[in-house]
């Protein structure tokens, strides 16, 4: 890499869409730093990253690790935010309040607690990408935990475009995405829910993590473009779920 490579830190890339996001900025580029909690994931990461592409052990709802993280860094150019938590998914009226408090944490905050640390080493016109969830802009009936978690990042999103300037700040919005995150269903379970939503989104299938590392890949690229949430869904949002 040379001295004017740029860098990208990816916080939750060991994994499906992160590591999707590393990938992609390892072909366009860029050097790459992945954070994720689990050391196996890692180092499996890492393996299949290989040159360019180096990483640490993370909890990102460990506060003065995270901003230690970063403040130990030269300067970075990009950070993609793909921290995520628990589900919190099932109907409103027994949704355990516990569930949505572990998933609050787990992404709202986590995604919180990187992006300001982040802030000790992003160079002035980088960026913020962080990562959420098409539940946010849906009305699927067992999603209201899920909407109510997605859409307090997003509404972070305007504001800290403006506040962070010139730093920019965005989201990408997925809809159905096969990964690992998926693995609470089973695996009957979880092709018929795919096969459901395929069925209904315009493009005729759910979508891969190397359709959401484009969009970062866009969003990241595009020094015109703050404060907006990106929607990758495979068009699902243009049709209302059946109630």
Do not use: C
Request: no cysteine.
């Amino acid at each position: 890499m040379s001295a004017s490579t740029e860098r990208v830190v990816v916080i939750g890339g060991t994994s499906g869409i992160g590591l999707a996001a590393a990938e992609e900025q390892l072909r366009a580029g860029r050097e790459v730093i992945i954070a994720g909690r689990d050391k196996s994931r890692l180092d499996a990461a890492l393996a299949r990253l290989g040159q360019g592409a180096s990483g640490v052990s993370l909890d990102a709802l460990d506060e003065t690790a995270t901003h230690d993280f970063f403040a130990g860094l030269d300067q970075i150019d990009h950070v993609v935010v793909a921290v995520t938590g628990s589900t919190a998914a099932g109907p409103f009226e027994n949704l355990p309040v516990a569930d949505l408090r572990a998933a609050a944490e787990g992404k709202l905050v986590a995604q919180t607690v990187a992006a300001q640390g982040a802030l000790k080493a992003l160079r002035p016109g980088g960026s913020i990408t962080f990562v959420t969830a098409g539940s946010a802009g849906s009305a699927r009936p067992g999603t209201a935990g899920l909407a109510a978690v997605n859409a307090a990042v997003e509404a972070m999103v305007p504001v800290l475009a403006v506040e962070l300037a010139p730093i920019r700040v965005n989201a990408v919005s997925p809809g159905i995405i096969d990964t690992p995150w998926w693995d609470w269903m089973d695996a009957e379970a979880r092709q018929q829910a795919f096969d459901g939503f395929a069925a209904t989104a315009p493009a005729g299938r759910v979508g891969r993590p190397e359709d959401i590392a484009g969009a970062i890949g866009y969003l990241i690229g595009a020094t015109f473009t703050t404060g907006v949430v990106l929607s990758v869904d495979g068009g699902s949002r243009l049709r209302p779920a059946a109630l």
